[in-house]
């Protein structure tokens, strides 16, 4: 799967770079103890607070201090901020000379504001220092002379430790703004009031109790419990409802599409049973009981291993054909890449004294570059296992669904070409697993570096910067498994794919306007797996996923319930409810019976043309463009086409405000409904893509804090791309449920189908809302947003769709809009546009609010 030779390059070239010894940021005490300050001019501490974002808590500092000029180190102030004398004067000004020891893992220092000092007198040095950090988590939060400690369950203990040159009888100021957060207890101050308290004695130090805000429940040993359970429950909803939807295809008979349909039935099921297991495994014993850093790494190790093979990717990619007797090779190359990637991680866990690893697995003091480098192969190799696995189940229902099906009659060479495929996709996925352990390297860097700014950062954390980036390196197979497997959502929407497509491809509802029993609970169960990959407003506590699945599909039974009665099928369907009786006995639908068929599906049609054509030349007789003699032949004409029948019905199946042209848009442009579906899916991909980046950009990059807090995570950048995916994928499955369900869903032209299927998703989460009081306002409005964003993607989805119902008029159009405007004729496109223009100014309004609020 690796090629050898570019394996052992890339090895080598990663191995050298993390054994680089590390850059000496941290200088000798050679500089003498702070000198002492005879008494400063202007002393001043002011700490603020924010709560304006909802998912963290931002919180700032300002310390102003005016120096006479005849202190030793006064003059240094105003060299550069890269100067060592410089920091050297800011650390006697800002920090204890003795200050407690701390854990990096726990530690978050702050993102700072550098000006050198100004001299606004000749006897006076005024240097004004800014800073600010962001709480989104449990530990200890640095901000200049002050520490913030978020502690599970407890309120915030805020201080200010003055440095000693600082400790002096002196006359200082010392603000707290709380910005909204309630202040719990704050002993000595001078003044009290709403905006927050003040000291003015010569006290040094000031200590506050701010009471943790409730958003933010991950600081919340409680709340973190109830959450995993509740994403524990997802994911075995997930398991259930996979194995709930294969079930009834493992008692097909044996001709080749059922006994196909059998085949991934038993893949479904046999991946129900892994990601159940796994999400007991990874979510409750590596979060919950604790269990060494070894037996975590074993875990991750052993199950990526697992899922690679029982994945099976070296089956040929078609089935029985020629390439099942070439297997081996492909085989052969899997087995011995998987085992040869799990024995070297094995290799760093079970003999850790090979790499200057302490039995624990963590590094010894001094750390050798052989440590950091062992950690970094054994997390990247854990990551190419667990990103294989993953790409192999998917190609596993994507083959055994047929999905994108190619012809079984590969060329004699098809057996090397699909060893150069796996060869070709484990070498991408080796890349991309040593891209992210670089973006896990580069967050230390980052951090280190602004803990390390006053070059303290060995003395504060007992160890310098190889013991550290060992340490972060080790704690990996903490979170590295539990996070790469709540990516395996998109395997659970690509089985439950896989198995409608098996179902079309059975003849499963051919006679049916729409899926019914068993394709019907397939569409529900896609419909609520991918939408919750937008909804994650639903999703603010976690506690609320496992009853965001059966909620979501609900609604969309009821919306199917609807539309089979008051859609236009369904009216059609009413008034020839005596026509071909023995097709009505058994619940068939007279207009999909009678579509059914190529020739019949032609001359609707083909009525549809000739309707909007004569409904062009009546237009014109108004307008006074033709001869008015021609209005009652043209009305004749119309009211034949308006007696529209399916064969053997005995009256007119159309009723008074429909015509074959409505049919014709009901209908879609395929056949058969699946058709429809992937229709529909390709659009809405198309027209996700801009909604994706926005949101993306949103969430993780459209502030300085955002992506602040995107650079200081570990993943951030690629769970920012993975955002992306995701928001696609919701994009593509809404679409794929809009086709798939476009002749049962209410509405003459397409965005009023596309708003009754956004109603089916948007009324779960007035349900959630309603329940779940106290929900911030900056979510509501991301939610907001994210809904709009949904209800645009699904109306340009829907009004493409509409011209792909008369696809083969294109050539006499010259652009698609004017055949739109033909389809829908002038008010009805005027309606439609006007109908999307007000989505984007709402889109826009909310952002503004949000974005400013």
Same mark, same amino acid.
């Given at each position: 799967?690796?090629?050898?030779?570019?394996?052992?390059?890339?090895?080598?070239?990663?191995?050298?770079?993390?054994?680089?010894?590390?850059?000496?940021?941290?200088?000798?005490?050679?500089?003498?103890?702070?000198?002492?300050?005879?008494?400063?001019?202007?002393?001043?501490?002011?700490?603020?607070?924010?709560?304006?974002?909802?998912?963290?808590?931002?919180?700032?500092?300002?310390?102003?201090?005016?120096?006479?000029?005849?202190?030793?180190?006064?003059?240094?102030?105003?060299?550069?901020?890269?100067?060592?004398?410089?920091?050297?004067?800011?650390?006697?000004?800002?920090?204890?000379?003795?200050?407690?020891?701390?854990?990096?893992?726990?530690?978050?220092?702050?993102?700072?504001?550098?000006?050198?000092?100004?001299?606004?007198?000749?006897?006076?040095?005024?240097?004004?220092?800014?800073?600010?950090?962001?709480?989104?988590?449990?530990?200890?939060?640095?901000?200049?002379?002050?520490?913030?400690?978020?502690?599970?369950?407890?309120?915030?203990?805020?201080?200010?430790?003055?440095?000693?040159?600082?400790?002096?009888?002196?006359?200082?100021?010392?603000?707290?703004?709380?910005?909204?957060?309630?202040?719990?207890?704050?002993?000595?101050?001078?003044?009290?009031?709403?905006?927050?308290?003040?000291?003015?004695?010569?006290?040094?130090?000031?200590?506050?109790?701010?009471?943790?805000?409730?958003?933010?429940?991950?600081?919340?040993?409680?709340?973190?419990?109830?959450?995993?359970?509740?994403?524990?429950?997802?994911?075995?909803?997930?398991?259930?409802?996979?194995?709930?939807?294969?079930?009834?295809?493992?008692?097909?008979?044996?001709?080749?599409?059922?006994?196909?349909?059998?085949?991934?039935?038993?893949?479904?099921?046999?991946?129900?049973?892994?990601?159940?297991?796994?999400?007991?495994?990874?979510?409750?014993?590596?979060?919950?009981?604790?269990?060494?850093?070894?037996?975590?790494?074993?875990?991750?190790?052993?199950?990526?291993?697992?899922?690679?093979?029982?994945?099976?990717?070296?089956?040929?990619?078609?089935?029985?054909?020629?390439?099942?007797?070439?297997?081996?090779?492909?085989?052969?190359?899997?087995?011995?890449?998987?085992?040869?990637?799990?024995?070297?991680?094995?290799?760093?866990?079970?003999?850790?004294?090979?790499?200057?690893?302490?039995?624990?697995?963590?590094?010894?003091?001094?750390?050798?570059?052989?440590?950091?480098?062992?950690?970094?192969?054994?997390?990247?190799?854990?990551?190419?296992?667990?990103?294989?696995?993953?790409?192999?189940?998917?190609?596993?229902?994507?083959?055994?669904?047929?999905?994108?099906?190619?012809?079984?009659?590969?060329?004699?060479?098809?057996?090397?070409?699909?060893?150069?495929?796996? $060869?070709?996709?484990? *070498? /991408? !996925?080796?890349? +991309? &697993?040593? @891209?992210? =352990?670089?973006?896990?390297?580069? #967050?230390? %860097?980052?951090?280190?570096?602004?803990?390390?700014?006053?070059?303290?950062?060995?003395?504060?954390?007992?160890?310098?910067?190889?013991?550290?980036?060992?340490?972060?390196?080790?704690?990996?197979?903490?979170?590295?498994?539990?996070?790469?497997?709540?990516? $395996?959502?998109?395997? *659970? /929407? !690509?089985?439950? +794919? &896989?198995? @409608?497509? =098996?179902?079309?491809?059975?003849? #499963?509802? %051919?006679?049916?306007?729409?899926?019914?029993?068993?394709?019907?609970?397939?569409?529900?169960?896609?419909?609520?797996?991918?939408?919750?990959?937008?909804?994650?407003?639903?999703?603010?506590?976690?506690?609320?996923?496992?009853?965001?699945?059966?909620?979501?599909?609900?609604?969309?039974? /009821? !919306?199917?319930?609807?539309?089979?009665?008051?859609?236009?099928?369904?009216?059609?369907?009413?008034?020839?409810?005596?026509?071909?009786?023995?097709?009505?006995?058994?619940?068939?639908?007279?207009?999909?019976?009678?579509?059914?068929?190529?020739?019949?599906?032609?001359?609707?049609?083909?009525?549809?043309?000739?309707?909007?054509?004569?409904?062009?030349?009546?237009?014109?007789?108004?307008?006074?463009?033709?001869?008015?003699?021609?209005?009652?032949?043209?009305?004749?004409?119309?009211?034949?086409?308006?007696?529209?029948?399916?064969?053997?019905?005995?009256?007119?199946?159309?009723?008074?405000?429909?015509?074959?042209?409505?049919?014709?848009?009901?209908?879609?442009?395929?056949?058969?409904?699946?058709?429809?579906?992937?229709?529909?899916?390709?659009?809405?991909?198309?027209?996700?893509?801009?909604?994706?980046?926005?949101?993306?950009?949103?969430?993780?990059?459209?502030?300085?804090?955002?992506?602040?807090?995107?650079?200081?995570?570990?993943?951030?950048?690629?769970?920012?791309?993975?955002?992306?995916?995701?928001?696609?994928?919701?994009?593509?499955?809404?679409?794929?449920?809009?086709?798939?369900?476009?002749?049962?869903?209410?509405?003459?032209?397409?965005?009023?189908?596309?708003?009754?299927?956004?109603?089916?998703?948007?009324?779960?989460?007035?349900?959630?809302?309603?329940?779940?009081?106290?929900?911030?306002?900056?979510?509501?409005?991301?939610?907001?947003?994210?809904?709009?964003?949904?209800?645009?993607?699904?109306?340009?989805?829907?009004?493409?769709?509409?011209?792909?119902?008369?696809?083969?008029?294109?050539?006499?159009?010259?652009?698609?809009?004017?055949?739109?405007?033909?389809?829908?004729?002038?008010?009805?496109?005027?309606?439609?546009?006007?109908?999307?223009?007000?989505?984007?100014?709402?889109?826009?309004?909310?952002?503004?609010?949000?974005?400013?609020?």
């Amino acid at each position: 799967m690796i090629p050898r030779k570019a394996a052992a390059l890339a090895l080598a070239a990663f191995v050298w770079w993390t054994a680089q010894p590390a850059r000496a940021q941290a200088r000798a005490a050679e500089s003498a103890a702070c000198p002492a300050i005879r008494q400063p001019e202007k002393l001043e501490y002011k700490l603020s607070f924010n709560q304006r974002q909802a998912d963290f808590v931002e919180v700032q500092q300002r310390t102003s201090i005016d120096i006479p000029a005849g202190w030793p180190l006064a003059n240094d102030l105003t060299f550069g901020a890269d100067s060592d004398k410089y920091q050297d004067a800011m650390r006697c000004l800002l920090r204890e000379e003795k200050r407690p020891a701390t854990e990096f893992s726990t530690w978050h220092p702050e993102w700072h504001t550098i000006s050198a000092a100004t001299k606004p007198r000749v006897d006076v040095v005024a240097v004004r220092y800014e800073s600010w950090n962001l709480i989104d988590s449990a530990g200890q939060f640095a901000v200049g002379p002050w520490t913030v400690d978020a502690e599970q369950d407890k309120d915030w203990k805020v201080a200010l430790h003055s440095p000693d040159v600082l400790r002096g009888d002196f006359q200082r100021t010392v603000e707290i703004d709380p910005g909204g957060l309630e202040i719990a207890n704050a002993p000595g101050a001078s003044s009290a009031n709403e905006a927050g308290r003040m000291w003015t004695t010569p006290r040094p130090d000031a200590e506050v109790s701010i009471v943790r805000p409730k958003q933010l429940a991950t600081l919340s040993h409680r709340d973190s419990l109830i959450a995993y359970l509740g994403i524990a429950s997802w994911w075995f909803f997930g398991s259930v409802l996979i194995a709930l939807s294969a079930w009834p295809f493992r008692k097909e008979n044996d001709d080749n599409d059922k006994a196909a349909a059998r085949t991934l039935a038993d893949t479904s099921l046999q991946w129900a049973g892994l990601s159940a297991a796994l999400a007991l495994t990874l979510a409750l014993l590596l979060k919950i009981y604790p269990v060494t850093i070894r037996l975590r790494a074993l875990i991750g190790i052993s199950s990526g291993l697992t899922l690679v093979l029982l994945a099976k990717p070296w089956l040929p990619l078609v089935e029985h054909s020629d390439d099942s007797k070439k297997e081996p090779t492909t085989r052969h190359t899997v087995f011995v890449t998987a085992f040869v990637a799990a024995a070297i991680g094995l290799l760093v866990i079970a003999f850790p004294q090979l790499f200057g690893l302490s039995t624990k697995l963590m590094p010894t003091a001094p750390t050798p570059p052989l440590a950091i480098a062992g950690l970094a192969v054994l997390e990247t190799f854990m990551l190419w296992l667990w990103f294989t696995a993953m790409a192999a189940w998917a190609w596993r229902f994507a083959r055994e669904g047929k999905l994108g099906d190619s012809s079984a009659g590969d060329s004699r060479d098809g057996s090397g070409r699909h060893l150069r495929r796996v $060869t070709a996709t484990g *070498t /991408a !996925l080796f890349v +991309v &697993a040593a @891209l992210v =352990v670089l973006c896990h390297r580069l #967050s230390f %860097d980052t951090r280190w570096q602004r803990a390390n700014w006053l070059g303290e950062a060995d003395s504060l954390f007992g160890d310098d910067y190889t013991g550290i980036l060992g340490r972060q390196l080790a704690d990996f197979p903490t979170f590295g498994p539990l996070w790469a497997y709540t990516h $395996t959502s998109v395997l *659970t /929407a !690509l089985a439950l +794919v &896989a198995l @409608l497509h =098996v179902r079309s491809r059975a003849g #499963s509802g %051919d006679k049916s306007p729409g899926p019914q029993g068993w394709d019907l609970l397939l569409v529900a169960a896609i419909f609520a797996v991918v939408t919750l990959q937008m909804s994650k407003f639903a999703g603010n506590k976690a506690s609320w996923y496992g009853f965001w699945l059966p909620l979501n599909m609900l609604a969309l039974y /009821a !919306l199917v319930k609807a539309g089979r009665r008051w859609s236009m099928l369904g009216r059609v369907d009413r008034r020839a409810k005596n026509c071909l009786a023995a097709n009505a006995a058994k619940g068939e639908s007279c207009v999909a019976v009678e579509l059914s068929t190529e020739k019949k599906h032609e001359r609707l049609m083909g009525d549809a043309r000739r309707c909007r054509e004569l409904l062009h030349r009546l237009h014109l007789v108004d307008r006074g463009h033709a001869e008015s003699t021609r209005r009652r032949t043209l009305e004749n004409e119309l009211n034949e086409l308006h007696h529209w029948r399916p064969a053997g019905c005995g009256r007119d199946c159309l009723p008074d405000p429909v015509s074959v042209v409505d049919v014709a848009l009901c209908w879609g442009p395929h056949r058969r409904w699946w058709h429809n579906a992937l229709n529909a899916a390709r659009w809405a991909a198309v027209f996700g893509i801009l909604p994706s980046a926005v949101t993306v950009w949103y969430e993780k990059a459209n502030d300085p804090d955002h992506w602040a807090l995107t650079l200081d995570q570990p993943t951030g950048i690629p769970d920012m791309l993975w955002r992306f995916v995701t928001q696609e994928i919701a994009f593509v499955g809404a679409g794929l449920v809009l086709g798939a369900l476009w002749r049962v869903l209410p509405g003459e032209r397409g965005p009023m189908r596309a708003l009754s299927l956004f109603m089916a998703w948007f009324v779960p989460i007035g349900v959630v809302v309603a329940i779940n009081h106290g929900i911030d306002r900056r979510a509501v409005g991301v939610a907001l947003l994210n809904i709009i964003l949904m209800l645009m993607v699904l109306t340009m989805t829907s009004m493409w769709m509409d011209t792909d119902t008369f696809s083969r008029e294109r050539p006499y159009w010259t652009k698609r809009l004017r055949l739109l405007a033909s389809i829908y004729q002038v008010h009805g496109l005027s309606g439609q546009i006007a109908f999307l223009v007000m989505q984007a100014a709402a889109a826009v309004t909310i952002w503004r609010q949000i974005a400013t609020g």
